[in-house]
């Protein structure tokens, strides 16, 4: 192959590659709004929200990292709170994250690297997990790219690809403390490519040692520059960790002293490390085979061609060819240990866990599809119209078996029960209804918007909710403290009717069980009962059925205003008290305008005894 000729087809691959990622980027943000939040969602956005509000913010492990705290709090300032905005950072790292194919293109065949991009951008787990306001897609992105990277370290021999690298594994520890666990998977990996390597003495690049130890006895002008990147990359790591998980406002405090705010970050650093230690090394139980079969059943109802292709394509450049690519097995042995380890390590059968399993293997995915690919060329170079025909089968089945996945998972049933990629905690869309009307009545109500009702709900103030991780009972509402704060209403919550009874809210939350002793009783409204006694007072000769007629009890208006819905694994009912308190303003409105109208009339009315 000429050099104009692979020119040539490295433009295509960057072309198919840069195609890639606009699909990748349309698929993320197509409807991304259009998912009631999530239990987990709902509680970061709401103390996202509660950030912005007091400019307040600390480290709390049990929401992961800060990079969403202080990256969403921007992004509500510009474009404001929505279920599309909050999710868009990570729609858009998950948009980008087939261009990361492009740092391995020294490493995979051209078809490899478009495949591994087709992958990132459409795989449906990835892709769901994407429009999902939560770290995975997050910290596995950076760490992907951080990898590739350096990746590209090793193999243009540049050291300025190591601060992009730096900078993206940084990224990765500020948006989830698993970081640490992609750290120690590279290790592994690393360790297991080199056994490799030795048993098969074909040391390649470890005879390079030499070198290095040649470098530092004597070095060159190249030596020094490696050096003096080396010494700068931990520089680099400091100011980024630290200036995330600095604590606000005391940063802006510091930072007019470069010496505060480094011993600001210093200490901030040691605090995370502590409270990241004390709440999630140990201490947690696992049922690791009930978790490791969810996990299979991840893989086998959302990602089938994904795993079925990576176990194809570890296995062929592994044992077929002159010799296996470090880059392939390297990548085998990642996704392969973390489908397995991530199950032990994980407090609940999290599905959004095979997002870490899903990625690396994504690449021997991909060299699995490049032998598919190559087969169907060699086929139509031979006129083997079989072979073509059977590649050409198998390609399109992938693609048809991937797209109605993703378009059902994602887009069609993103919250049903039946979706596999569905966490517990994931409400139906059948609280829009009811959410679009608490937006509308908040602004126009005085006093207590929404009323929380039972032991379920009730917390002794709404104050504890402030800050994470707040309390259990006040947790159970998620997600519609986020809903409520967006819209500005004021919420309490209590343990007895006679709230209820006497000055009832808007709306009223509780347990679908709680609905009929806080229904409204059956009886007429103000206005009715005004009614009736002023058409008994105009004839004495209406007849008993008449008279009963006009003081039948209306049926309740409050009933029409009743949503039935799934929160958190439990039914919950949202009542809609509003039009049973119009009735009553409407009767009081009536009545101080009927009251002025008399007094104009006794202010004008002659006097008798004047004669006038």
């Not at 999530?38 to 509680?43: L, V």
């Not at 590209?152 to 990224?171: M, V």
């Not at 899903?358 to 087969?375: C, D, I, K, Q, S």
């Amino acid at each position: 192959m000429t050099d104009s000729t692979h020119a040539l087809d490295r433009r295509h691959v960057l072309g198919g590659v840069l195609a890639v990622t606009a699909l990748a980027l349309l698929a993320r943000f197509a409807f991304l709004g259009a998912r009631i939040f999530h239990w987990d969602e709902g509680r970061v956005g709401y103390w996202v929200l509660r950030y912005a509000a007091t400019e307040a913010w600390n480290y709390r492990p049990i929401v992961h990292g800060p990079f969403l705290f202080h990256v969403n709090k921007y992004v509500f300032a510009l474009a404001g709170a929505s279920d599309f905005t909050a999710r868009a950072v990570v729609a858009l790292v998950g948009g980008l994250l087939p261009l990361s194919a492009w740092l391995f293109r020294e490493r995979l065949r051209d078809v490899e690297v478009v495949a591994l991009a087709a992958f990132l951008a459409l795989n449906p787990v990835l892709l769901y997990y994407s429009r999902f306001m939560r770290n995975d897609v997050l910290v596995g992105g950076f760490a992907l790219v951080a990898l590739g990277f350096a990746v590209r370290t090793l193999d243009t021999r540049e050291p300025w690809y190591l601060y992009p690298a730096t900078l993206s594994l940084a990224l990765a520890f500020t948006t989830k403390e698993n970081a640490f666990v992609y750290v120690g998977g590279w290790v592994g990996a690393l360790a297991l490519v080199v056994d490799h390597r030795v048993v098969a003495e074909e040391y390649g690049w470890l005879t390079e040692y030499d070198a290095v130890v040649d470098a530092v006895r004597d070095p060159s002008d190249e030596a020094r520059e490696w050096f003096a990147v080396l010494l700068t990359l931990p520089v680099l790591a400091f100011l980024v960790l630290g200036f995330f998980y600095a604590p606000r406002p005391d940063l802006w405090n510091a930072l007019p002293n470069p010496v505060a705010t480094l011993g600001l970050f210093a200490s901030a650093l040691v605090t995370a490390w502590t409270e990241f230690v004390a709440t999630w090394v140990g201490g947690h139980s696992s049922n690791y085979v009930s978790y490791f079969v969810d996990a299979l059943k991840v893989h086998y109802r959302a990602a089938l061609p994904l795993t079925v292709f990576a176990v194809v394509g570890f296995l062929y450049d592994r044992y077929t060819g002159e010799a296996p690519r470090d880059f392939v097995a390297f990548c085998s042995y990642l996704g392969f240990a973390s489908l397995a380890v991530y199950p032990a390590i994980t407090d609940i059968s999290g599905h959004w866990s095979v997002v870490h399993a899903v990625l690396p293997l994504t690449v021997p995915a991909a060299v699995g599809v490049g032998l598919v690919v190559e087969r169907g060329r060699a086929a139509l170079r031979s006129e083997d119209r079989v072979g073509v025909a059977l590649a050409a089968i198998v390609l399109l089945a992938v693609v048809a078996q991937v797209g109605v996945t993703a378009a059902q998972t994602s887009y069609v049933a993103p919250q049903d029960e039946d979706n596999v990629l569905v966490q517990y905690g994931q409400p139906g869309s059948d609280l829009r209804p009811a959410l679009r009307d608490v937006e509308t009545i908040a602004p126009a109500n005085e006093g207590v918007d929404v009323l929380y009702y039972g032991e379920h709900f009730y917390v002794a103030g709404e104050q504890v909710a402030q800050t994470p991780p707040g309390p259990q009972k006040w947790l159970w509402r998620m997600p519609l403290p986020w809903y409520f704060e967006r819209y500005g209403a004021t919420v309490d919550s209590t343990i007895s009717t006679t709230p209820v009874e006497e000055s009832p809210p808007p709306v009223v939350v509780a347990l679908a069980k709680h609905h009929d002793e806080l229904a409204p009783k059956q009886r007429a409204t103000p206005r009715a009962r005004t009614n009736s006694r002023r058409r008994t007072r105009r004839s004495s000769s209406t007849s008993t059925s008449r008279r009963s007629r006009t003081r039948r009890r209306p049926r309740s208006r409050a009933a029409t205003y009743t949503y039935v819905t799934i929160i958190s694994g439990v039914s919950v009912t949202i009542m809609h008290w509003w039009p049973y308190r119009r009735a009553h303003a409407r009767e009081r409105n009536r009545r101080t305008r009927r009251d002025a109208r008399r007094r104009r009339r006794r202010t004008t009315r002659p006097d008798a005894r004047g004669g006038g």
